[in-house]
């Protein structure tokens, strides 16, 4: 497709379950990053893929919170446990180099924990 | 590492009249800026962005930014606004010279456009 796709669009679950959520990127683009946008709170910064480049982890909340991006493509944002303020919308971005000169956000994933 | 702050987290104007986002951000190397902008119920789209040269962008819908290294500022501003203008709009950094490291945004900034 032609911009950023994310999956599922809403997803509620029950306290304690795990849930994964789905980044597509913009083809050949080879930044990504996961941001968790809650009222007031702006867009939190989680975790961010250059390339083959180890992650910048350094925004991820808690362990519970963990990302990978398979061949250098699509990306898994998957909680475990989740909690009641895990509740928020998940927005994934993708870039077309290492610069950052403009992200490129999909659609988000509204998360409801309860 | 870098921050950005917002000052204000509400800004109602009324219809027509001129509107500045205030954006200061933190950083101890040159940086590139950026405001985004979302409409209810929408995802995020780039309103304008600095690089290098002029400080003065212009973006898209009439709005423009300047940016002032000596003050680290990048305000947001429009001269007359609609009311489709209501939307967050959010100020965001990244460093150039350091490659690897992430698009940081502030809280944003809730414009609302009344008639």
């Known amino acids: 497709g032609a911009g950023v796709s994310q999956s599922p669009s809403n997803k509620v679950t029950e306290k304690g379950k795990d849930v994964e959520l789905r980044c597509d990127p913009i083809s050949g683009h080879t930044a990504l990053y996961w941001y968790r946008q809650s009222l007031g709170q702006g867009l939190e910064f989680l975790i961010y893929?250059?390339?083959?480049?180890?992650?910048?982890k350094s925004g991820l909340p808690s362990d519970r919170f963990s990302a990978e991006r398979t061949g250098g493509s699509v990306s898994t944002l998957t909680i475990q446990r989740t909690q009641q303020e895990d509740s928020a919308v998940y927005l994934c971005?993708?870039?077309?180099?290492?610069?950052?000169?403009?992200?490129?956000f999909g659609q988000g994933t509204r998360l409801t924990v309860v | 590492a870098q921050s950005v702050t917002q000052l204000d987290s509400q800004v109602p104007v009324f219809e027509e009249a001129p509107v500045e986002l205030r954006c200061n951000y933190s950083s101890s190397v040159s940086v590139y800026l950026f405001w985004y902008v979302q409409y209810p119920n929408q995802g995020l789209q780039l309103l304008l962005k600095y690089l290098s040269g002029s400080t003065l962008v212009k973006g898209i819908n009439g709005f423009e930014a300047e940016f002032n290294k000596s003050q680290t500022s990048f305000h947001l501003r429009k001269p007359s606004v609609h009311i489709s203008d209501t939307a967050e709009y959010f100020c965001a950094v990244s460093t150039p010279n350091q490659a690897g490291t992430a698009l940081i945004f502030g809280k944003g900034t809730t414009l609302s456009v009344s008639s």
């Open positions: 971005a993708s870039s077309p180099g290492p610069l950052n000169t403009e992200a490129f």
């Open positions: 893929f250059q390339g083959n480049s180890a992650p910048d």
